[in-house]
C-alpha cells in the first residue's frame, strides 16, 4: 500500500522558514516525479514544486522561486520542501505528490495526473 506522509507544517511569521518532509513508502519511486501542491481557502490546488526521483531535476512555480527548495533523500525515501522568506500568501495546506515519470515537464504541472496524495500539512503565515 503506498503511502505519502506529510510532516512540518505550522503557524510562523513573516519572514520565517519551515521545511516540510513528506515520507513515501509501499513502492519503488525511482521513476516517479515527487511533487508538491498547496491549496489555500477558497481555491484551487496549485503546483508548488516538483523534483523527478532520478535525476533530481527540479521544477518551480515562479511565485516560490529562490524562496522554497525542493529536494530529495533517496535513503530515507522522503522528500523535503525547505521554505525560506514565507509570506503571508503562502498560507496553505500542503500536499506531497507522486507521479509516474512521463518525461514531460507540462504534466509536473497537472494535478489531475499524480497517482498518489497524502494527507497534507497546514502551513500558515502571519503578518
Known amino acids: 500500500q503506498v503511502q505519502l506522509v506529510e510532516s512540518g507544517g505550522g503557524l510562523v511569521q513573516a519572514g520565517d522558514s519551515l521545511r516540510l518532509s513528506c515520507a513515501a513508502s509501499?513502492?519503488?519511486?525511482?521513476?516517479?516525479?515527487m511533487g508538491w501542491f498547496r491549496q489555500a481557502p477558497g481555491k484551487e490546488r496549485e503546483f508548488v514544486a516538483a523534483?523527478?526521483?532520478?535525476?533530481?531535476?527540479?521544477y518551480y512555480t515562479d511565485s516560490v522561486k529562490g524562496r522554497f527548495t525542493i529536494s530529495r533523500d533517496n535513503a530515507k525515501n522522503t522528500v523535503y520542501l525547505q521554505m525560506n522568506s514565507l509570506e503571508p500568501e503562502d498560507t496553505a495546506v500542503y500536499y506531497c505528490?507522486?507521479?509516474?515519470?512521463?518525461?514531460?515537464?507540462?504534466?509536473?504541472?497537472?494535478?489531475?495526473?499524480?497517482?498518489?496524495w497524502g494527507q497534507g500539512t497546514q502551513v500558515t503565515v502571519s503578518s
Open positions: 505528490a507522486a507521479e509516474a515519470d512521463r518525461g514531460s515537464s507540462k504534466s509536473l504541472l497537472i494535478k489531475e495526473l499524480y497517482d498518489y
Open positions: 509501499g513502492r519503488t519511486f525511482s521513476t516517479y516525479v
Open positions: 523534483i523527478r526521483w532520478t535525476g533530481g531535476r527540479t
